[in-house]
């Protein structure tokens, strides 16, 4: 896969942001699941949510949109966070602009267990 992606563990990837035509790739390499963790319109020409929200559920994967303000995470954020972790089949592939706000709300989820 040509998605830089990076293994927290076995069970959960993050990314940096993706498209509608990484979806395939993503099925492709394993992943059941995909949270999407970046707000519509944070930067000009982002993929909207919806477009890849599609795509993942065309190439046959679970998919949440889970939109966190970057250096804005909220309580809420995380258990949000941590109840999908717990219901979504895994491997879950979670993306934002670079994967640092995914990998961040994993961490912070990981702290409510």
């Known amino acids: 896969m040509s998605i830089p992606v990076r293994a927290i563990n076995d069970?959960?990837?993050?990314?940096?942001?993706l498209s509608p035509d990484d979806m395939p790739a993503v099925a492709a390499a394993g992943y059941k699941s995909v949270i999407i963790n970046r707000?519509?319109?944070?930067?000009?020409?982002?993929?909207?949510a919806a477009d890849?929200?599609?795509?993942?559920?065309?190439?046959?994967l679970?998919?949440?949109?889970?939109p966190v303000v970057?250096?804005?995470m909220t309580a809420e954020d995380v258990t949000?966070?941590?109840r999908l972790l717990e219901e979504l089949p895994t491997p879950v592939l979670a993306f934002c602009r670079s994967g640092t706000r995914s990998t961040q709300l994993y961490v912070a989820a990981q702290q409510l267990a």
């Open 11 to 17: 069970a959960f990837s993050v990314a940096p942001q």
């Open 39 to 48: 707000p519509d319109h944070e930067s000009p020409g982002q993929p909207l």
């Open 52 to 60: 890849v929200s599609k795509a993942a559920l065309d190439a046959g």
């Open 62 to 66: 679970k998919v949440e949109y889970l």
């Open 70 to 72: 970057s250096g804005a």
């Open 80 to 82: 949000n966070f941590a």
